[in-house]
């Protein structure tokens, strides 16, 4: 028997808002936690006292919890404690380590259940995310997920092999049979393919569109999105991507949504490439940037979104010291 945690916030207290909440929250536990609805032996609801208007049990029925005991309680009033919060508690038959998933703001209230904790950044392409995320990760000694990596990987196995990037059943049948890792030398990514260090490769110009385009796939992300919590699960890390916070690890103890103008990231990104010998046009990449973020933001599958409970951080006129500061001092005053 396994305990999963969960917790989450409503706007107002409303039957509609409950509802939402509890679909919500018991939807991130199943699918986080790999669980099927006829694992959970039983279900434990609390809520704040300032919550009347409905049972999250009685939510939960009708969210297709049907064979699952169920239970609601109120909880005393505690002064500071967050306002208008469901907590849950699920008894499940079957053998993981549990992932506890905690939404809108609701707050881990027992740090002893767990001490690996992730910190997640997304953004568009040139916000400063993978900077800012190897100096987080280098200065708390924690692992660095760079999760266009793997889109890129992919990507380039794709391309090596003559398949389509657009054509998602080809793409997803090569993935399948190839071997994409992670390893780690000295605190820095490799990406291998077949057991080939393919880590400067995938930062050819154009391997990013190609990476955008097979990460619109529903089938490729569920692949690599699997690879990236189960790394997230057993190690503390700072990720970079697009949907680590919304959707890789929606209960990530810290959230960061970082942006700047298209202008100021396309510079970036032309300054880097120049840097490392290739030949670029600033126009053409600026445009490509503009499209890539359209295209990352407009699929249908964990687009490219701030979560709601990110931070925001516009970095166009900030120092990579200034990003890493003040993402630090944010993450001390949450602790
Ligand atoms: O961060 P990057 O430029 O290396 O990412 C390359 C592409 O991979 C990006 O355009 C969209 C995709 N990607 C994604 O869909 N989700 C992530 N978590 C990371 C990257």
Same mark, same amino acid.
């Given at each position: 028997?396994?305990?999963?945690?969960?917790?989450?916030?409503?706007?107002?207290?409303?039957?509609?808002?409950?509802?939402?909440?509890?679909?919500?929250?018991?939807?991130?536990?199943?699918?986080?936690? /790999?669980?099927?609805?006829?694992?959970?032996?039983?279900?434990?609801?609390?809520?704040?006292?300032?919550?009347?208007?409905?049972?999250?049990?009685?939510?939960?029925?009708?969210?297709?919890?049907?064979?699952?005991?169920?239970?609601?309680?109120?909880?005393?009033?505690?002064?500071?404690?967050?306002?208008?919060?469901?907590?849950?508690?699920?008894?499940?038959?079957?053998?993981?380590?549990?992932? /506890?998933?905690?939404?809108?703001?609701?707050?881990?209230?027992?740090? +002893?259940?767990?001490?690996?904790?992730?910190?997640?950044?997304?953004?568009?392409?040139?916000?400063?995310?993978?900077?800012?995320?190897?100096?987080?990760?280098?200065?708390?000694?924690?692992?660095?997920? +760079?999760?266009?990596?793997?889109?890129?990987?992919?990507?380039?196995?794709?391309?090596?092999?003559?398949?389509?990037?657009?054509?998602?059943?080809?793409?997803?049948?090569?993935?399948?049979?190839?071997?994409?890792?992670?390893?780690?030398?000295?605190?820095?990514?490799?990406?291998?393919?077949?057991?080939?260090?393919?880590?400067?490769?995938?930062?050819?110009?154009?391997?990013?569109?190609?990476?955008?385009?097979?990460?619109?796939?529903?089938?490729?992300?569920? /692949?690599?999105? +699997?690879?990236?919590?189960?790394?997230?699960?057993?190690?503390?890390?700072?990720?970079?991507?697009?949907?680590?916070?919304?959707?890789?690890?929606? +209960?990530?103890?810290?959230?960061?949504?970082?942006?700047?103008?298209?202008?100021?990231?396309?510079?970036?990104?032309?300054?880097?490439?120049?840097?490392?010998?290739?030949?670029?046009?600033?126009?053409?990449?600026?445009?490509?940037?503009?499209?890539?973020?359209?295209?990352?933001?407009?699929?249908?599958?964990?687009?490219?979104?701030?979560?709601?409970?990110?931070?925001?951080?516009?970095?166009?006129?900030?120092?990579?010291?200034?990003?890493?500061?003040?993402?630090?001092?944010?993450?001390?005053?949450?602790?």
């Amino acid at each position: 028997m396994v305990v999963i945690r969960g917790a989450t916030t409503i706007p107002e207290d409303s039957k509609e808002e409950i509802r939402k909440a509890v679909a919500e929250l018991l939807g991130q536990i199943t699918s986080c936690n /790999h669980i099927l609805k006829d694992e959970i032996t039983s279900i434990v609801f609390s809520s704040t006292s300032d919550i009347h208007s409905y049972y999250p049990s009685k939510a939960a029925r009708e969210a297709g919890f049907e064979g699952v005991a169920l239970f609601s309680a109120q909880e005393p009033e505690i002064d500071g404690s967050l306002p208008l919060c469901i907590r849950v508690m699920l008894f499940v038959e079957k053998n993981l380590t549990p992932r /506890h998933i905690y939404l809108r703001g609701a707050k881990i209230l027992r740090r +002893d259940i767990t001490n690996i904790y992730n910190v997640a950044i997304d953004g568009p392409a040139g916000s400063g995310k993978s900077t800012v995320a190897k100096i987080l990760a280098a200065d708390y000694s924690i692992l660095y997920l +760079d999760t266009g990596a793997m889109y890129r990987a992919c990507a380039l196995a794709a391309l090596e092999n003559g398949v389509d990037v657009s054509d998602e059943r080809a793409v997803i049948d090569l993935m399948r049979s190839v071997s994409l890792d992670v390893r780690y030398e000295n605190g820095i990514q490799k990406t291998l393919l077949n057991g080939r260090d393919v880590s400067d490769e995938i930062r050819r110009p154009e391997i990013s569109m190609a990476a955008s385009t097979v990460s619109k796939h529903p089938s490729v992300r569920l /692949h690599l999105v +699997d690879k990236q919590r189960e790394i997230a699960s057993v190690n503390s890390c700072v990720l970079d991507g697009r949907d680590i916070g919304t959707y890789v690890l929606p +209960d990530a103890a810290f959230k960061f949504f970082l942006t700047a103008s298209p202008e100021v990231r396309a510079k970036r990104r032309y300054d880097e490439l120049v840097a490392k010998g290739h030949e670029v046009d600033f126009q053409a990449l600026k445009e490509e940037i503009i499209r890539r973020d359209e295209q990352d933001s407009r699929r249908k599958m964990a687009p490219l979104r701030r979560a709601e409970d990110a931070v925001v951080i516009d970095t166009s006129n900030m120092t990579i010291d200034e990003v890493v500061s003040f993402i630090k001092k944010t993450m001390q005053e949450k602790i």
